[in-house]
């Protein structure tokens, strides 16, 4: 039968053991014994679909593995010990030297540092385009570009990419298309139905949803998943099997805590937009958003995340962050409890100031992960710390 997509994140569980239990078990195991020579021999041929070794396959790792995939509506998977051991593990094992890859300016700042700091080493360049000039895109595909990448939403800005746009590009140039989908989730957003190639999540945000676990996934076309498996069962990032079955139990209410997320992310932004504090407030589902329509068209809600600026710059960014009292300062995002965030000089620090600027990261913004507690509080504490 097919089933909604809260029903599949319940039910989508591996195969019973001879105890029959209900709830899943955690096989905190680094390896898997064979039945005789045969067997052993057959398995490390590939020849049978089997667990051999944790840093391949494990029964926790493949049942996260599936969810994502059904969640996603991807042929396949491979599960990472954090997000950006997927962002890395996922290119290298698609490029090679002399490469080029073509990617959206506004990305996560170790992205950005993966990009210009460690490729080069490996003759690997990459281009940057401007979200808002997709037009220009095609001027900057080089005979050696080999793949597009992008965040939707955008990591801190909140800004919104025409997927289709851009699958529609990489169609015509033979490209692949990555999109780290992590700010959306995927029940808020499955870029694959708009023609993306391979889909990476941080599952340390809206999956576990609590702060408590590292962990990355990729998930798309099988052919390309395969080169991804391979190149990682031997350098190693996979993610550990106690992470994967808390991430597998996670996904089970990834829905109902989404659903609250993004009602109090959008009484939150629509409260800052007539503060006399704030210059300016982003958020996927406002009309004022610059790209308001197509977050409407590709998203089921717009996420946790609103970005704003505060008047007075720096020192009253400062300012704000000694004053709040109930929100979290922490990098993180996607967790239970709501979290504060100055991205100039925490997750794109090493980004130069011009370089922040071009992707609309000013001194004065912040980034709000919106969490779970009652909006009323949420509200309070940002408005008392404002004032």
Known sequence: MNHKFETNAVRTQIERTQFLEHSVPLYLTSSFVFEDAEDMRASFAEEKDRNIYSRYSNPNSTEFIRKVCQMEGAEDGFAFASGMAAVFSTFAALLESGDHILSARSIFGSTHSLLTNFFPKWNIDHSYFRIDALEKIEAMITPKTKLIYAESPTNPGVDILDLEALAKIAKRHNLMLIIDNCFASPYLQQPITFGADL??????????GQGRVLAGITVGRRDLIDKI????????PALSPFNAWMLSKSLETLAVRVDRHCNNALKLATFLEGHEKVNWVKYPFLKSHPNYEVAKRQMKAGGCVVAFEIKGGKKAGREFFDKIGLLSLSANLGDSRSIVTHPASTTHS????EERAAVGISDGMVRISVGLEHIDDIISDIDHALR
């Open 199 to 208: 889909v990476i999540h941080s599952g340390t945000k809206l999956m576990d």
């Open 229 to 236: 498996y391979r190149f990682s069962r031997i350098t190693g």
């Open 350 to 353: 090493k980004l130069s100031s």
